[in-house]
Structure formats: structure tokens, C-alpha cells
């Protein structure tokens, strides 16, 4: 998809109304992790170093559900934003408003303003027309850098772009950059790895990379209702009986389209699912009785890693185990260290994969790490994002 980036618009003496992701996890007032802070600065700066701007910043901050809730002000972030900006910053009371419009109007060059929590009225995840073009009067042009939000078609997010000319930040660029080949035209062979908790959240996704890839890897707690179709035993790993249909869809689906399943082939397991449990190795694909699959084994971690260090292009959702509990991560730290050595285009898109390979600090060996966890979940279903379909070159 060709989307038109903030480079494409004329910035100069504009009003700049970008949408960030500062959707940040706050404690006692304070922030406690600012990368998504972080993330958006390119963007701003670049914005503010052109003639004349005034930045203009709009966000949604937790879920108040169309109310008024102090402990999801924005308030909140400003100390910060003014530390990583190196600039003031002005908190305006609200997102819309009389009074918003006065502290536009009189801003200057060079200004930030930082816009309440646009959450705070219930139009906002409604999409209402009206409300997004009272928000679009808060500037002359739109850039939109929030790609965690981008699966929503919300009001900051895709209404607004209704009612001025509209563009990406730098943010949302480089996820279109990553993701579009991936949905296109992937480099072969293209290896897709799947972990996580449960088939259930991840068949639209393992459905979509079927027509695509030439490898699927299936590890994490979904890979034991796999295993069992196969016929293998599970112990007391997760199984979800529900699913047991959509995985033997998936196995008869790679078959017929000539993809290479990988599933587990030996296993670290548990007797009781906790943090403090003992590991114990299991050397075949069988899990006996009383025991629960917690992580993949060395051989599994070869067995994958083979298949990953040929990859010309790579995506991964999910980890491979319960990698929250220190005795279990270690089949997630080696699939990311093989991921971080591959030669291909390394992807990795999801919550908890990307909480991986920034708790075990490979994030700066992969190409992408993603900064939305649904939206890239969505994304690689081929499902359409109204937030980056809205900000097409065409429109
Ligand atoms: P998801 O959000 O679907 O990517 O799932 C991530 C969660 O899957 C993490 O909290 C992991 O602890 C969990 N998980 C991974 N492997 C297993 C497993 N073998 N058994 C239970 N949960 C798992």
C-alpha cells in the first residue's frame, strides 16, 4: 500500500495535528516505561524543525470509557514529554472545545500543545463524524503515528482524516515498509512462527500466512492441541478441544499447499504450572501423564533454527513458552537469538513476542520490532487497518 508520509505535506507555518500512542503504563502518577514516548520523537522533531510549525499532540491514555477519570489524564505524561522534547509543553483541559481553540489560536511558532486523553468523550471510539471534526479543528494539517491504535477506526484515527489532508509519521511508515512485502510479495522462503497461549486468538493469522509461507513453526501452549490431532500425548499441557477442528484445518491446509509444518519434537515440562516449578527435560514429542508442557526443547530449538537461519524473510507472533517464568524463557531466548542471526528480513509483531526480544535485548538485531500488538496481529491477517487505509496516496 502507498501511503502518503509526512514528508509528503507542506508543513511550513502549519498547525500540526499529530496523533501519537502515548498510551503508557503510569504508577503513582508517574510514567513507568516512556518507549512509546520515545517512539513518536522522530516524528515530532522532525515536524518541529520545520519553518513555523506548532505541534499539536492528540492520545488516548487507558480505557475511561467516555468519562472524565483523573487517573487516565494526560496530564500525566507531559513531565516526561517535556524532558524528551527538551521543550515546554502546554496541557490544554480537553481535546475540543472553546477553550482548546483559545490556546490553539494564540500558540506559536514552535509551540507543543498536548491535548486531554481523546477517550474521555464516548465519540472518540464511535467514530462520530461530528466529533472528528471538532478534533480536526485543532489543526491545519493530520499526521497519524500511532500504529498500536491503527486497527480502530476511531474518531483521532481515521474520522479525523476526513476533514484535513492527512499523512503518516515516520512510525507508521516503517510498520507499512515491514508488513506490506509480507502480505505481498515475501522473499522465500518465508518462514512464519506462531507461539502464544491459545490456537483460538491465532488461526486468522496462521490461516492468512498459509497462502504465503514456505515454513509454519507452531511452538508455545497452542502447539499441544496440534500435537495432539498428530496423535501424539499431551499430559496436562493446554489443550483447547474446541479448536481441535481448525488444527487439523490448518495441517490439511499446508498439505495441500505444500507448506512445512514444525511442531515441537521434545519439551520442557512441569508438574504444576508455577514459576518455581522444577523442569523436567522430555527427549520425545510425547508428554506423559501428569506433566505440562511449559517450553521447547534443545532439539526443537535446532530443529528451528535450521529452518529459520535460511529464511530470506521472517515474521514471528508468540512466544515459545511461558518465557514470564525464568526456568521456561530459555526456548524463547534462543529462538530470538536465531531470529537476531538470520541473514533474511526479521519481523516480530505481537505483545509478548516483542516483550521477549526486548526483555532479552535482541531488539536492535531484527529488522522490525513492531510497536502495535493487535494492529500487527490484524495487519498480518491481511485484515484492513482504517487508520493506515485512511492515509492512502490515492484518496
Ligand atoms: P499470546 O498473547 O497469545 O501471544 O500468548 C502469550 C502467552 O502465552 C504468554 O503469557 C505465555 O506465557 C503463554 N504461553 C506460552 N507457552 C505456553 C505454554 N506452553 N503453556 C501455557 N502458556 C503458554
Known sequence: MNIKTVKDLDLTGKKCLVRVDFNVPLKGGLV???????????????????????????????????????EFSLRQVKPRLEELLGCKVTMAPDCIGPEVEKIIK?????????????????????????????????????????????????ASTEGVTHFLPSAAGFLIEKEVKFFEPLLTNPEKPFVAIVGGAKVSSKIGVMESLLTRCSSLI???????????????????????????KTAQDVLDKAKEKGVEILLPIDHVCAKEFSAEASPVYIESVDIPAGLIGMDIG????????????????????GPMGVFEFETFSKGTVAIAEKVAECGGITVVG??????????????????????????????????????????????
Open 218 to 244: 507452531i511452538a508455545g501452549g497452542m502447539a499441544y492441541t496440534f500435537l495432539k490431532v498428530t496423535g501424539y500425548t499431551i499430559g496436562n499441557s493446554l489443550f483447547e478441544e474446541d479448536f481441535v
Open 298 to 317: 534443545p532439539k526443537t530449538i535446532e530443529s528451528f533454527g535450521s529452518v529459520i537461519s535460511k529464511a530470506r524473510s521472517l515474521v514471528w507472533n
Open 106 to 154: 494564540t500558540s506559536r511558532p514552535g509551540d507543543v500543545i498536548l491535548l486531554e486523553n481523546v477517550r474521555f468523550h464516548s465519540e472518540e471510539t464511535k467514530n462520530n463524524a461530528h466529533f472528528a471534526e471538532e478534533l480536526a479543528k485543532n489543526g491545519e494539517v493530520y499526521i497519524n503515528d500511532a500504529f498500536g491504535t491503527a486497527h480502530r477506526a476511531h
Open 32 to 70: 513507568t516505561d516512556d518507549t512509546r514516548i520515545k517512539a513518536a520523537l522522530p516524528t515530532l522533531t522532525y515536524i518541529l524543525k520545520q519553518q513555523g510549525t506548532t505541534l499539536i499532540l492528540m492520545s488516548h491514555l487507558g480505557r475511561p470509557k467516555g468519562e472524565v477519570k483523573e
Open 350 to 395: 505481537g505483545g509478548d513476542s516483542v516483550a521477549a526480544v526486548n526483555k532479552f535485548g535482541f531488539s536492535t538485531r531484527i529488522d522490525h520490532v513492531s510497536t502495535g500488538g493487535g494492529a500487527s496481529l490484524e495487519y498480518l491477517e491481511g485484515k484492513t487497518l482504517p487508520g493506515i487505509t485512511a492515509l492512502k496516496k490515492e484518496k
